[in-house]
């Protein structure tokens, strides 16, 4: 059985850090694209971050690029997402998710999400 598993969420001030976590099992890590989607009360689902497990390639939404970092752990078969400069218009729930390849990643043709962790920003 596919599972990922966020934490990390919480409440940080406006310009401050979080870092989220996504532990995954249930299938060959490596061969997968893993990143995050967000949503906010009345706003759509976005694309956050995402890694290729196998060769590291990332992808970033404009809104985070250069304040998040997303890194990936394969002995531990993890997917780390850091964010710094934090806005208030970053608050939502963040979802990992899981792709066969980055195009079905992009595309929301996703094998399996994830609980969610709220990220609540304070201005």
């Known amino acids: 059985e596919v599972q990922l598993v966020e934490s990390g969420g919480g409440l940080a001030q406006a310009g401050g850090s979080l870092r989220l976590s996504c532990a995954a099992s249930?299938?060959?890590?490596?061969?997968?694209?893993i990143g995050w989607f967000r949503q906010a009360p009345g706003k759509e689902r976005e694309g956050v971050s995402a890694?290729?497990?196998?060769?590291?390639?990332?992808y970033y939404a404009n809104s985070v690029k250069g304040r998040f970092t997303i890194s990936s752990d394969n002995a531990k078969t993890t997917v780390y997402l850091q964010m710094n400069s934090l806005k208030p218009e970053d608050a939502a729930i963040y979802y990992c998710a899981t792709a066969y390849d980055a195009i079905a990643w992009l595309g929301e043709a996703l094998d399996a999400w994830g609980q969610g962790t709220l990220v609540t920003v304070s201005s």
């Open positions: 890694i290729s497990s196998s060769d590291g390639s990332t």
């Open positions: 249930g299938f060959t890590f490596d061969d997968y694209v």
